[in-house]
């Protein structure tokens, strides 16, 4: 991971395109991440975690 292109907005302007596509699709968004501190980040761009599942490390499911 390059962490000196943290921070610039290129993850968001990604998922605001996903979201938006959903929504013209009318399509709920899924998605995992098995990283807990990716779990605020998905919050602010207004989804939800709504279940963990446990395979000797957590997987975090996320929709919105």
Request: no cysteine.
């Amino acid at each position: 991971m390059d962490k000196s292109r943290q921070g610039l907005g290129i993850g968001s302007r990604f998922l605001d395109e996903v979201k938006a596509d959903a929504a013209a699709m009318n399509r709920a968004i899924y998605l995992e991440t098995s990283t807990l501190r990716n779990l605020p980040f998905y919050k602010r761009a207004g989804l939800f975690e709504y279940a963990q599942l446990d395979f000797g490390y957590t997987l975090y499911l996320i929709a919105g």
